[in-house]
């Protein structure tokens, strides 16, 4: 079995260009104060350290919003100072309408799985699933297979045997989620010719395979288990950053 590499997790990961991105962060940190560009661009490099942010293309984006009349540029004891409009307020609404609560759905269930992974953060209850909206996007953002193969071997490891629909259940009553019948069991096929997983079907009427974990199994859990945790926490971290751009003002700090 081949190791498997990590996805990258960037923010086109969670569903927004390089140019949303930007703009959301140009109208969150403007409607706080007005501010030159040299500045917005420090505090944007502070809080994304672990990416490099072109100053070049943060000025492009502001002087489209400009163009555009979203924001105002006006010079101040010779210093370029950009100021959010009434339509760039406006803008910044429509982000929050659109993005904020599929947003916040969606870290939810990856706030569970982070839980399960590493036994940190929140572990909120289940009280409703993804809704079908989001599921998709949920499906964008993070490796589905990962996360499915983490909780079939770690569930095979302390039973004799299951099934794919147990796991689909688990999915559902500890996280909120689940994949598709059809999916399940495709990879479940994928995990036995690989030799994650061997199986045999509980009769001639073959309605319900049950699976058993093997030693190559156990042997490359741990790999799966870490690329996991790795995805998760880097969409969580972003989906964090995003949604205190979208939160009311008050409760924000940067």
Known sequence: MKKS????VSIE???MSQREFLTLYLLHTLS??????RAIHQELTNQFSEKTHSYDYLCKICNQLVE???LELYTEKGRNYYKLTEKGKELFTWYKSNFKERMTEVKLVIDRFMYELTGSGSNSAVHHELPEEYRSYFSKIISVKDLVRFIT???AQTRTKLYMGEVGEILKMNFGWNASNGYLYDLAHEMEETGLLIGGWESEKRTKRFLRITEEGRYHYKQIADSAAYQVRE???YLTNVLLFLEEKQSIKL
């Open 153 to 155: 071997l770690r569930t």
């Open 68 to 70: 555009s009349r979203h």
């Open 13 to 15: 990961s969670v569903g």
């Open 32 to 37: 706080d104060r007005d501010n030159y560009p």
């Open 5 to 8: 590499e990590d996805q990258s």
């Open 235 to 237: 969409i969580q971290k």
